[in-house]
């Protein structure tokens, strides 16, 4: 895990100018945010890589240290994935609903163009069948390693309130994966890495 407090000062140091704290700050992240992007966007990921650092870059100035960079800067990602959504859904007479909709449904056609191993693939396709702010809650709390504290600000919602959903949306993605079709070998060998995932999620999340 990066050191925070580097990152804070990096960002600070981008804030008033200085391009090689930018261009530090996003070597040491951008592998992070394709992450977040590469199982959600399909084809646009990098593109909206691309606008999350940008959107990061015009708002350092303004950035006073409150809370951790990392949960920042997710949360722009989020913010970017959530209007490149809506912007694909404009048409359709209502809203999306990042609650209780996922992102199979929400962009049809993303599911194809997973790339993984056999057993990763089926966690992510169950990751995708879950309500993207859930799918996001776990990824963010699993692969980026963010604490309670940081979901709560990338996410703007109170800590417990975290808590209450990643129990939910572990209870959600144990479902999803048991329909997923696929050999009974891909089968077991995601049941096995959804296993260690959720084991290694109940030792992080605090009890309450």
């Known amino acids: 895990m990066q050191d925070a407090n580097d990152d804070a000062q990096l960002f600070e140091a981008w804030g ?10 996003i070597e040491r992240h951008y592998d992070a945010v394709e992450r ?7 084809d646009r990921a990098d593109d909206l890589v691309q606008q999350t650092f940008l959107r990061c ?5 303004r950035f006073r240290g409150e809370g951790s960079f990392r949960a920042f800067l997710f949360g722009i990602a989020r913010n970017v994935l959530c209007e490149h959504i809506r912007g694909r859904m404009r048409d359709q007479k209502s ?3 990042f609650a209780t909709s996922a992102i199979i449904d929400l962009m049809p056609g993303v599911a194809t163009q997973v790339s993984a191993s056999a057993e990763r693939r089926q966690l992510v ?4 069948r879950i309500p993207l702010d859930l799918q996001i809650l776990l990824e963010l709390f699993y692969w980026e390693d963010l604490s309670i504290d940081e979901l709560a600000q990338c996410m ?6 975290i808590k209450s959903r ?4 572990r209870g959600l993605l144990k479902v999803a994966m048991e329909a997923l079709p ?4 891909e089968r077991a060998g995601g049941r096995t890495l959804l296993g260690l995932w959720l084991a290694q999620v109940r030792e992080r999340a605090p009890s309450g």
């Open 16 to 25: 008033r100018g200085e391009r090689r704290a930018g261009e530090a700050l």
């Open 36 to 42: 977040f992007f590469s199982c959600k966007a399909g």
């Open 57 to 61: 870059s015009e708002a350092a100035p």
């Open 95 to 97: 809203s999306p609903d």
């Open 125 to 128: 396709l169950a990751l995708q």
């Open 156 to 161: 703007q919602v109170p800590a417990g309130t």
């Open 166 to 169: 990643l129990h939910r949306a």
């Open 182 to 185: 696929g050999s009974d070998e």
